[in-house]
Protein backbone atom coordinates (compact mmCIF):
# COMPACT_ATOMS: atom_id res chain seq x y z
CA UNK A 1 0.00 0.00 0.00
CA UNK A 2 2.56 2.57 1.00
CA UNK A 3 3.99 2.87 -2.62
CA UNK A 4 1.28 3.06 -4.72
CA UNK A 5 -0.64 5.73 -6.09
CA UNK A 6 -3.12 5.29 -3.20
CA UNK A 7 -0.40 5.32 -0.98
CA UNK A 8 0.95 8.49 -1.64
CA UNK A 9 -2.04 10.01 -1.89
CA UNK A 10 -2.56 9.28 1.17
CA UNK A 11 0.50 11.18 2.56
CA UNK A 12 -0.34 13.98 0.60
CA UNK A 13 -4.20 14.02 2.48
CA UNK A 14 -2.08 13.56 6.20
CA UNK A 15 -0.39 16.87 4.81
CA UNK A 16 -3.72 18.69 4.13
CA UNK A 17 -5.26 17.58 7.18
CA UNK A 18 -1.73 19.22 9.16
CA UNK A 19 -3.10 21.79 7.16
CA UNK A 20 -6.42 22.08 8.39
CA UNK A 21 -5.46 21.60 12.00
CA UNK A 22 -3.58 24.99 11.43
CA UNK A 23 -6.29 26.91 10.29
CA UNK A 24 -5.71 26.41 6.48
CA UNK A 25 -7.55 25.17 3.91
CA UNK A 26 -6.93 21.21 3.49
CA UNK A 27 -4.58 21.03 0.44
CA UNK A 28 -1.44 18.89 0.69
CA UNK A 29 0.71 17.82 -1.92
CA UNK A 30 3.57 15.36 -2.65
CA UNK A 31 6.38 14.86 -4.43
CA UNK A 32 7.65 11.63 -5.41
CA UNK A 33 11.37 10.50 -7.03
CA UNK A 34 12.41 6.44 -7.94
CA UNK A 35 9.61 5.62 -5.67
CA UNK A 36 10.45 7.88 -2.58
CA UNK A 37 8.48 10.54 -1.46
CA UNK A 38 11.08 13.23 -1.87
CA UNK A 39 9.35 16.80 -0.64
CA UNK A 40 5.99 16.96 1.11
CA UNK A 41 3.79 20.08 1.86
CA UNK A 42 0.39 21.88 2.67
CA UNK A 43 -0.86 24.97 1.82
CA UNK A 44 -0.17 27.55 4.67
CA UNK A 45 -2.12 30.33 3.12
CA UNK A 46 -3.78 31.10 5.98
CA UNK A 47 -1.25 30.98 8.67
CA UNK A 48 1.68 31.63 7.34
CA UNK A 49 -0.11 35.01 5.32
CA UNK A 50 1.19 34.17 1.79
CA UNK A 51 -1.23 33.84 -1.00
CA UNK A 52 1.22 31.81 -2.71
CA UNK A 53 1.92 29.51 -0.14
CA UNK A 54 0.03 26.77 -2.17
CA UNK A 55 1.12 22.89 -1.20
CA UNK A 56 2.07 22.48 -4.62
CA UNK A 57 4.11 25.01 -5.16
CA UNK A 58 5.54 24.81 -1.24
CA UNK A 59 6.17 21.20 -2.20
CA UNK A 60 7.88 22.05 -5.61
CA UNK A 61 9.82 24.87 -3.87
CA UNK A 62 11.31 22.35 -1.35
CA UNK A 63 12.41 19.78 -3.88
CA UNK A 64 14.49 22.35 -5.57
CA UNK A 65 16.47 23.30 -2.40
CA UNK A 66 16.83 19.62 -1.03
CA UNK A 67 17.81 18.30 -5.15
CA UNK A 68 19.81 21.90 -5.47
CA UNK A 69 17.89 21.33 -9.07
CA UNK A 70 15.50 23.50 -10.88
CA UNK A 71 14.29 20.23 -13.62
CA UNK A 72 12.11 17.87 -12.03
CA UNK A 73 12.07 15.70 -15.25
CA UNK A 74 11.00 11.96 -13.83
CA UNK A 75 9.21 13.22 -10.38
CA UNK A 76 5.18 12.94 -10.01
CA UNK A 77 3.40 15.46 -7.90
CA UNK A 78 0.24 14.15 -5.98
CA UNK A 79 -2.63 17.28 -5.02
CA UNK A 80 -5.14 16.84 -3.40
CA UNK A 81 -7.21 19.35 -5.32
CA UNK A 82 -6.83 20.15 -8.97
CA UNK A 83 -3.73 22.54 -9.35
CA UNK A 84 -4.65 26.31 -9.61
CA UNK A 85 -3.50 28.27 -12.34
CA UNK A 86 -0.53 29.05 -10.60
CA UNK A 87 0.48 25.75 -9.29
CA UNK A 88 -0.22 24.49 -13.02
CA UNK A 89 2.47 27.36 -14.25
CA UNK A 90 4.67 25.84 -11.25
CA UNK A 91 4.21 22.78 -12.30
CA UNK A 92 5.34 22.87 -15.99
CA UNK A 93 7.93 25.28 -15.20
CA UNK A 94 9.58 22.02 -12.93
CA UNK A 95 9.48 19.77 -15.69
CA UNK A 96 7.46 17.40 -13.32
CA UNK A 97 6.58 14.17 -15.40
CA UNK A 98 3.18 12.94 -13.65
CA UNK A 99 0.31 14.62 -12.03
CA UNK A 100 -2.56 12.48 -9.59
CA UNK A 101 -4.96 14.42 -8.66
CA UNK A 102 -7.74 13.71 -6.25
CA UNK A 103 -10.38 16.36 -6.32
CA UNK A 104 -11.46 18.69 -8.66
CA UNK A 105 -11.73 22.52 -7.99
CA UNK A 106 -15.46 22.04 -8.80
CA UNK A 107 -15.69 19.74 -5.66
CA UNK A 108 -14.01 22.34 -3.60
CA UNK A 109 -16.98 24.16 -1.90
CA UNK A 110 -17.93 28.16 -3.21
CA UNK A 111 -17.60 29.24 -0.04
CA UNK A 112 -13.82 27.69 0.55
CA UNK A 113 -12.36 29.34 -2.39
CA UNK A 114 -14.25 32.62 -3.53
CA UNK A 115 -11.59 33.97 -5.17
CA UNK A 116 -12.14 31.27 -7.56
CA UNK A 117 -14.77 31.60 -10.59
CA UNK A 118 -16.81 28.73 -11.56
CA UNK A 119 -16.87 26.08 -13.50
CA UNK A 120 -13.93 27.81 -14.29
CA UNK A 121 -12.98 27.69 -17.83
CA UNK A 122 -9.27 27.80 -17.81
CA UNK A 123 -7.98 24.90 -15.93
CA UNK A 124 -4.61 23.32 -15.15
CA UNK A 125 -5.10 21.58 -18.94
CA UNK A 126 -5.01 24.73 -20.72
CA UNK A 127 -2.10 26.03 -18.67
CA UNK A 128 0.08 22.76 -19.66
CA UNK A 129 -0.93 23.21 -23.16
CA UNK A 130 0.58 26.62 -23.11
CA UNK A 131 3.94 25.65 -21.85
CA UNK A 132 3.97 22.20 -23.88
CA UNK A 133 3.91 20.30 -21.03
CA UNK A 134 3.91 16.13 -22.21
CA UNK A 135 2.93 15.63 -18.08
CA UNK A 136 0.58 12.79 -17.38
CA UNK A 137 -2.10 13.31 -15.62
CA UNK A 138 -4.29 10.92 -13.38
CA UNK A 139 -7.66 12.17 -11.77
CA UNK A 140 -9.98 11.16 -9.25
CA UNK A 141 -7.10 9.22 -7.16
CA UNK A 142 -9.01 8.93 -3.57
CA UNK A 143 -11.34 11.93 -4.03
CA UNK A 144 -13.95 10.89 -1.68
CA UNK A 145 -11.52 11.56 1.11
CA UNK A 146 -10.43 14.70 -0.26
CA UNK A 147 -13.97 15.95 -0.25
CA UNK A 148 -15.10 14.60 3.32
CA UNK A 149 -12.17 17.00 4.18
CA UNK A 150 -13.52 20.21 2.72
CA UNK A 151 -16.62 19.59 4.67
CA UNK A 152 -14.65 19.34 7.64
CA UNK A 153 -13.15 23.16 6.87
CA UNK A 154 -16.59 23.89 5.79
CA UNK A 155 -18.10 23.09 9.19
CA UNK A 156 -14.97 24.50 11.09
CA UNK A 157 -15.52 27.63 9.46
CA UNK A 158 -19.07 28.16 10.45
ZN1 LIG B 1 -2.14 26.57 -6.22
Redesign the pocket.
Known sequence: MKNTTEGFMKIAIAEARKGLNKGNRPFGSVIVRDGKVVARAHSTAFSGHDVTA?A??SAIKKCFRTAKTRDLKGCAIYATGE??L??SASIAWANLSELFIAADHTDVPASMQPARKRPGKVTYKKIFREFGSKIKVTKGVLREEVIKLYQEFVKKQA
Open positions: HELPCMC
